[in-house]
């Protein structure tokens, strides 16, 4: 068995295949290069295939036509038998120099070692302004969906290894460009360890990571999350109907039966936020985050009630502020849509931690 697969996917890599090849080649481990192609115009295939004669130990995959990114590398782990199995890109931006690191690492016990650009030393070279913001927002909003991302600094990272039997190949069924989330989500606990690489300017050719990929991207987030901000606006709004039933009611009172009295709207009011709030969070609990509902119940409640405060607040306080630009209704849209946020980052980040 060979120690270690390398799987390089490609589309228009011409002018940047055989480079790598060559680094890798010179790197002095024992392993099998596979080059998976999806019929790029320009040729990719039949340069790896021109060095697989050279060298001996290169598998090229034609795949038909331009299938994505991470079913290229599902591909080639089907075809991989080394003991670890590396993904980098084959446009040099992820420096082979860093590749005997990371395979170190994973001797030393590691499941998953992946290269960083976020941790400390990690850094990215010429970066545009856009692809900065995108890539951190992204990191963010993983960290915020998919606790198993949060103590990693670059889940989005391109570049990792792992021990092929870590990994089973049927576990990655998405189709965009973020392999390495759906591997740390699916497949249990892992050890993983992170180290520093610097992300390299492209030398040539252009990156396909276009607008479509982010929503792919936010695609892929909801079903690894199993559609957990779905949930939460469901439930949110079951709430609404919740609030408005009981302060009817409640207001009401008298016309319900002689022996009550009807509470002031003050009152009434108050009751239903809170009783919609517990509604709100027990559905969410049994529900929403269900997959991550440990801990104790009265201090989630309590943490859930801190949360939906500032939420209604922040609600009221744009309501008042923008009723001047928009109509009223608008504003408190807005207002929703901000509380909304508020509430639902708190639950992932400060009610529901617990896996
Ligand atoms: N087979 C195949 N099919 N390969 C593809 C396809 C495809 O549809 N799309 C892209 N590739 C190949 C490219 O040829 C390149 O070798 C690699 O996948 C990465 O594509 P780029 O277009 O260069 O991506 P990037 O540089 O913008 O972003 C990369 O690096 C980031 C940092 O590690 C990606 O790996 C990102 O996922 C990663 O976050
Ligand atoms: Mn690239």
């Given amino acids: 068995m060979v120690e270690l697969s390398v799987e390089i996917p490609t589309y228009n890599e011409a002018n940047n295949i055989g480079r790598l090849i060559e680094n890798l080649e010179n790197l002095g481990i024992d392993m099998e290069i596979i080059v998976i192609d999806d019929n790029s115009p ?8 021109k060095l697989s004669e050279e060298y001996g130990n290169i598998k090229v995959l034609r795949r038909p036509g331009k299938l994505g990114l991470t079913t290229a590398i599902h591909d080639g782990m089907k075809v991989a038998s080394g003991e670890y199995i590396a993904v980098m890109d084959g446009d040099l931006q992820h420096p ?3 590749l005997p690191l990371l395979l170190r690492k994973a001797h030393e016990g590691n499941d998953l070692v992946i290269a ?5 030393a990690g850094k990215v070279e010429r970066f545009s302004l856009y692809r900065r913001i995108v890539s951190r927002a992204a990191t963010f909003l993983a960290h915020a969906m998919l606790r198993e991302t949060r ?10 290894v792992f021990r092929r039997s870590a990994v089973s190949p049927d576990s990655i069924k998405s189709d965009g460009y973020k392999v390495l989330l759906e591997i740390l989500v699916k497949g249990g606990k892992k050890r993983i360890a992170e180290i520093p690489y610097t992300f390299k300017p492209r030398e040539s050719g252009r990156s396909k990571l276009g607008f479509q990929e982010n929503l792919k991207y936010l695609r892929l987030l909801l079903m690894l999350s199993e559609y957990r901000p779905l949930k ?29 009295s009807s509470l002031p709207l003050f009152y009434a009011g108050s009751l239903a936020i809170e009783l919609s709030i517990l509604s709100n969070f027990t559905l969410n609990n049994m529900w929403t985050f269900s997959k991550v509902s440990r801990g104790r119940l009265i201090l989630k409640v309590l943490k859930y009630n801190a949360v939906a405060a500032p939420g ?23 207002g929703i849509v901000l509380a909304f946020i508020v509430n639902y980052l708190g639950s992932e980040f400060f009610v529901w931690v617990k896996r």
Wanted: net charge negative.
């Fill in 232 to 260: 939460f606006v469901a439930v949110g709004m079951s709430g609404v109907l919740v609030n408005e039933g009981l302060l009817f009611l409640f207001h009401n009172l008298s016309a319900f039966s002689s022996a009550l």
């Fill in 116 to 120: 960083s650009r976020y941790v400390k």
């Fill in 312 to 334: 209604a607040i922040i609600n009221l306080l744009t309501l008042l502020n923008l009723a001047f630009l928009f109509h009223y209704l608008i504003a408190n849209l807005i």
């Fill in 42 to 49: 320009d040729g990719t295939a039949s340069i790896a295939e």
């Fill in 151 to 160: 103590n990693i600094k670059d889940p989005l990272s391109g570049y990792f």
């Fill in 96 to 98: 082979p120099s860093a």
